[in-house]
């Protein structure tokens, strides 16, 4: 028989390691999201854990309950990423803590439930022609980094080179200067996007969260940075939720620089699959990401009412007030909107 509960202090070890092992599992999978999202904005989590009797885990479903003032509730699995949704061995099991979910939001007064996952690639025949257009970007590793240079097309081997010549300089690190300075970048191109911005607290629970399995990489032009990531890591997985960089540098290429850097990292610390994120299939990211190596994986975001019932999305309107809504952001200071961005982005939860 199947237990299905929430789960407490000492269920963490056993999380993660199923995390670890399971096939589509990310790294915001883990616990260390969790501590980051309860810490970094003091959103209540509700992560469930499916159980054999004997006390082998079969099932996973993190989420986190996202409860804006004066608007609807909603249980997230998961915010701030791109996947973050059931983990099972089998069908049976994942329905079981869909079920869950579903009947927690019922009693609660929760309006949706939001399950994120994504469709393997495998399945994937033909991108391009995919009716689903949201995408995550993923990379197969050789076995260590000059292999990896040295497969790329030459064309993006003199962009990393440019670089370099433009006298760009990279370093990585996860101690809180590196932070800052992620930061320093960070605030400015969500500005200049028409997005508010993740609060500096947020990164630094991330940071602390993860440990050691959490790395960023800053670059420099005559010492100002000019460019920053950050890549987490489950196991021979590695993610990078956010990169950004001061276009007013874009002329001397430190994207390149920046994703060399972070490749390299990751591929001689033995990772096997590389995450780029997030992108729209044939838009300008899917490019970019594309000239690395990644290919598509489907993302799968399923949304459901209290009764179980998947809801179909209706962008018409979201899409006119998101509009509106950068289109002013962006004509604010990079300090107001790094004032007020947090208290607005913590209920965001793309």
């Not at 009693?107 to 399950?115: A, G, L, R, T, Y």
């Not at 670059?219 to 920053?228: H, I, L, P, Q």
Request: one cysteine or more; proline letters at 3%.
């Amino acid at each position: 028989m199947t237990v299905i509960k929430l789960i407490h202090s000492e269920d963490f070890s056993a999380w993660d390691e199923y995390v670890k092992r399971h096939i589509s599992a990310s790294t915001y999978h883990r616990i260390a999201w969790m501590q980051a999202v309860e810490n970094g904005y003091k959103h209540k989590c509700f992560y469930w854990i499916a159980k054999q009797e004997e006390g082998s885990v079969v099932g996973i479903l993190p989420t986190v309950l996202i409860a804006p003032p004066f608007s609807k509730r909603s249980l997230c699995a998961l915010p701030f990423c791109d996947v973050g949704g059931i983990l099972a061995d089998n069908d049976d099991i994942h329905t079981a803590l869909l079920n869950k979910a579903v009947q927690f939001c019922k009693e609660h007064n929760i309006s949706v439930f939001d399950n994120r996952s994504s469709v393997k690639r495998e399945t994937l025949l033909d991108a391009e022609n995919f009716p689903v257009t949201k995408v995550r970007m993923l990379m197969d590793l050789p076995e260590n980094s000059d292999d990896l240079f040295s497969g790329f097309k030459s064309k993006l081997r003199s962009q990393i080179r440019k670089a370099e010549k433009n006298g760009l300089t990279a370093k990585t690190g996860n101690s809180s200067n590196f932070v800052g300075e992620f930061y320093q970048v960070f605030t400015r191109n969500m500005r200049d996007l028409g997005s508010p911005v993740h609060s500096k607290n947020w990164f630094e629970h991330i940071m602390s969260s993860y440990g050691e399995d959490a790395i960023i990489a800053t670059v420099y032009a005559e010492n100002k940075v000019v460019g920053a990531g950050i890549v987490l890591f489950n196991g021979s997985k590695a993610s990078i939720p956010w990169a950004s960089t001061n276009s007013d540098f874009n002329h001397l290429a430190p994207n390149m620089l920046l994703y060399w850097t972070l490749l390299k990292y990751v591929n001689d610390r033995g990772c096997k699959e590389f995450d780029f994120g997030r992108s729209t299939l044939g838009e300008g990211t899917f490019k970019f990401k594309s000239q690395w190596g990644a290919k598509p994986e489907l993302l799968n975001w399923q949304k459901y009412d209290s009764a179980g019932q998947l809801l179909a999305e209706s962008a018409g309107e979201a899409s006119k007030l998101r509009s509106f809504v950068e289109q002013t952001w962006r004509k604010l200071p990079v300090n107001i909107s790094e004032y007020i961005g947090p208290k607005i982005r913590k209920y965001i939860s793309l």
